[in-house]
DNA sequence: TGGGTGTATTTTGGATACAATGGACTGTGA
DNA sequence: TCACAGTCCATTGTATCCAAAATACACCCA
């Protein structure tokens, strides 16, 4: 790992050094990670100590994946009580939806106004390695390729700060999603299908309508026949620890 | 300069709290503060050990404060370097007013379909300060208010996640738009008046123009007479230290 | 003179140490 | 049996310490 510091200069034959990725990144990722495949429960109380002795760092680098997660709405941080994982209600997971939503349509409609065919011809490749991990059933391999679809539209769309903000909402949604809706990876597949189609044909409308579909199947899935939301079991009342 | 988070009697920067609130939080609030108040200049290093020594605590809740500000847009982490001041380009702060314009056209939309009379008249007096503020030609008063009215759109929006969204962005907004762009406040207010009678009516769409206009009079201050936009004089590359 | 090199200084990244807070527990008294 | 007080302990919040990385700069040699 120590490789040269002086000779930096010629780059080009020699493979670039990856940058060391500082531990904090890639504690949060893998505490994302934990998190998104149910790893963790809502409300668990994640003791800082623990965290740091499993991952085989110090408490430093896990503190402050805990601040960024915090801030992306996975954790909250209590004063003196350190952090648990956020128990959503189902009041909040509808508000997420509607959000998701309008960033999704928007993403849909400036995807649909510039895309390439290159573009289109990758979007419709990962959502067929999509559709082949539903096949597998493999659901954390669907999940990455999911993440990777939404990610590349993001890209397509042209605007980093709605890929970013959709990012955070749709990771979220996914999740309370999984942790209590039936799947439905099959038809998500056909559904960004028939986004792609749209944003082949331009139409942004159209792409649009597709994702408000998409969002709003989500939204009924998650809900139960008789209209009721289908609960994680927690009103909206504070915690216990 | 030096934060205090409780009842320490020096002279303060920030105004006391009562509740003992971790110092991160006091120095976080204490750096928007800077960073938004033009106290600190795009690309500025933020070196750790000065931070701490100005603020007069140790380095460790300023890097904490830090990473938060990196999650919300203010600083860049660069590894092994540290923290900067965050350089906005203009593509950057158009896609921002995008992202903008759409959050807060949704928020006059659900604002209008459910605001009360009391509400209504809370956005008014609201609004009226910040007329006030104009007035006395103080500039910091009226930014707290101008938070204050969208935080209080928000919250008769009911979108708890939409409000957080709109908040960051809208500051970010507001901030690139101090920088460069010559002062509009007063026909600001008016802006915000339409869109409060608008919301009086009931008539969501109407609410939503108001806040697309709102948002497109920024736009247009923001871009010079020839259609050019203001710029920081930052291309997009990345910033030398 | 100029390019490259070695060294010193600055600054960050991570680990450890210590102080302070809050909850849990136990024991006592009515 | 229950309420309550006092104590203890687990856990967080903050400070300090050390090592690695990056930059700055003087130096050397062609």
Known sequence: MSVDTQDAGEDHLIRPVQRPVPLRQ??????VELVVSGGLSPGEHLVETDLARQLGVSRQPVREALHRLQAEGWVDLR???GAFVHEPTDHEVDQL???????????????AKSASAGAVARLRAICRAGEAAVTDGDTDRFIAVNNEF???LAEVAGNAVLAQLGQIVSRRVRWYYRLVAPRREHDSCAEHMELI??????DADRAA?????HTERTRTAYHRPDGAPMTLGRPVR???A
């Open 209 to 213: 309508a597709a994702a408000r579909a």
């Open 26 to 31: 890639a504690v949060y990722e893998s505490m």
């Open 197 to 202: 189609d749209a944003i082949k044909a331009g």
């Open 150 to 152: 939404h990610a590349a």
């Open 79 to 81: 004063p003196n009580q």
């Open 97 to 111: 939806l509607d959000v998701r939503e309008l960033l999704e349509m928007e993403t849909a409609r400036l995807a």
């Open 238 to 240: 504070p915690a216990p």
